[in-house]
């Protein structure tokens, strides 16, 4: 009888494809997304020649990166006829940075995202938590001078 399985040093970097292994390296700043951005909203034209570039990059990565960041709102919009395809990034507080996507592949879109993401890195963060339980508690809760 033959044995089916057979040892080797490295069963799965072996089966896949060498652009697996780069995306892994990448995944880092992927999944920390939702740490530092609060909302990325891509404003894309479904026809124009100009969002085909970011089209693609949505098609191929789109899965991967909600993936990574569940709780993160990745939005898709209908751009602009005739306007470059865009990005918006919300981060704590309201702040919102616009970039263009124009004239990008897809791995200037991914640079361009990475950016956003160590952008957010250093902006200040909401740190409150959510107010919980019944409305006495919140009402407790509440700075004194609300009421005065």
Do not use: Q
């Not at 909600?66 to 306007?83: A, C, E, Q, Y």
């Not at 950016?115 to 004194?144: C, F, M, N, Q």
């Amino acid at each position: 009888m033959h044995h089916v399985f057979h040892s080797c040093a490295h069963p799965v970097k072996t089966l896949l494809p060498p652009t697996v292994h780069s995306r892994k390296v990448m995944a880092a700043w992927r999944a920390s997304i939702s740490k530092h951005v609060r909302e990325l909203r891509f404003l894309i034209s479904a026809s124009e020649e100009s969002s085909a570039a970011a089209r693609s990059y949505i098609r191929h990565n789109y899965d991967e990166l909600k993936m990574l960041n569940p709780t993160t709102p990745f939005l898709v919009r209908d751009g602009w006829p005739g306007k470059d395809p865009y990005v918006v990034a919300t981060y704590d507080w309201g702040k919102e940075v616009i970039k263009t996507m124009g004239g990008l592949d897809e791995k200037g879109i991914d640079a361009l995202l990475k950016g956003l993401v160590e952008d957010g890195k250093s902006l200040p963060k909401y740190t409150h938590p959510p107010l919980r339980g019944t409305p006495d508690a919140i009402v407790d809760a509440l700075p004194r001078d609300v009421f005065y």
